[in-house]
């Protein structure tokens, strides 16, 4: 179904750096049809024509022309609109999508999972809805390819697939004992086998420095983590160019009411280990970023 051309624009940057001496960019501005109905919208591409854009609840939508047309490709059948709220998303390959969602009433995470680039959906519960048990609560997701999936829920559990989300394995996340409280606003990357990278707030932290971030890592698919590494920004999103380096994008909010907010750029090189900024820009904010 074709989505009239109304609501949210965005605008997608091509830069082209000619030289460092005379450098110039392009800025082309598309119209994205629909997609912002339910708040702020995420953008994952598999290539430079094939993206899909989440809004703020389980709708997404698909462009496969560079951005020239979108096409709506999660029709909601169920009602899950009003039932779920979106948390986080991954497109690894053109055909599969996994939308990480909640359960607005019960505190149960979903995965809901295309194989066939949006036309039909499955519906997998990754907790309980018995009260005995955990709900698992979905707070982030990353993949590392079309087959390994990693899921962050609230419950000191973290979820593995090597199916491409079809199963799912429950793991006891160690990094919890680090702190004496869940992660908060947390953002995950999955960049080589075997090695996640975690950012989170710091609960403890923050009424002194609400930017207080901790950065923890595993090289072994979780049964052990560095004890982290602590910066001064948020993270909004993770972006790796190959398993050794990789960037943060976020920001140092100013919680003044002045709006001195200075965005920030993160750099690895040693797979998560530890980062330097590699950029700052203030009076600006970061919210995304992707190679």
């Known amino acids: 179904m074709k989505i009239p051309r109304i ?17 110039q960019s392009f800025w082309l501005h598309k119209q994205v049809y629909g997609a912002g109905l339910y708040g702020i919208c995420r953008l994952a591409a598999v290539d ?10 389980p709708g997404a939508s698909m462009t496969r022309d560079y951005g020239h047309s979108w096409d709506y490709i999660f029709q909601d059948t169920a009602g899950k609109l009003g039932k779920y709220s979106y948390s986080c998303f991954v497109h690894p390959s053109t055909n599969l999508i996994l939308l990480g969602c909640n359960d607005n009433q019960i505190h149960v ?14 519906d997998t519960a990754l907790g309980s809805y018995a009260k005995a048990k955990s709900p698992n609560t979905i707070l982030a997701m990353a993949a590392l390819d079309s087959n390994h999936i990693f899921v962050l829920s609230d419950s000191g559990n973290f979820f593995h697939s ?10 006891l996340c160690p990094v919890f004992t680090f702190f004496s409280a869940p992660f908060v606003s947390p953002v995950v990357v999955y960049p080589a086998p075997n090695t996640i ?32 590494f602590h910066l001064n920004h948020s993270i909004a999103k993770f972006a790796f160019i190959n398993p050794l380096v990789g960037y943060a994008s976020g920001s140092i909010h100013d919680y003044s009411g002045n709006n001195n907010d200075t965005a920030t750029i993160e750099k690895t090189t040693d797979a998560g ?9 203030k009076n600006s904010s970061i919210f995304d970023i992707f190679f």
Not at 48 to 57: D, E, K, P, Q, Y
Not at 109 to 122: E, F, L, N, P
Not at 162 to 171: E, Y
Not at 213 to 225: A, C
């Open 7 to 23: 609501l949210t624009e965005i605008a997608l940057i091509l830069c082209v750096f000619s030289s460092l001496g005379s450098s």
């Open 48 to 57: 430079t024509s094939n993206c899909v854009i989440v809004a703020g609840s």
């Open 109 to 122: 995470g979903h995965i809901i999972r295309s194989a066939d680039a949006g036309k039909t959906w499955s």
């Open 162 to 171: 090597t199916d491409g989300g079809l199963t799912w394995q429950s793991f």
């Open 197 to 228: 990278v975690v950012a989170t707030l710091v609960l403890s932290e923050l009424l002194q420095n609400p930017n207080s971030t901790l950065i923890y890592r595993t090289t072994d698919l979780g049964v052990t983590w560095d004890s982290g």
């Open 273 to 281: 280990f530890s980062w330097f900024n590699a950029f700052s820009k």
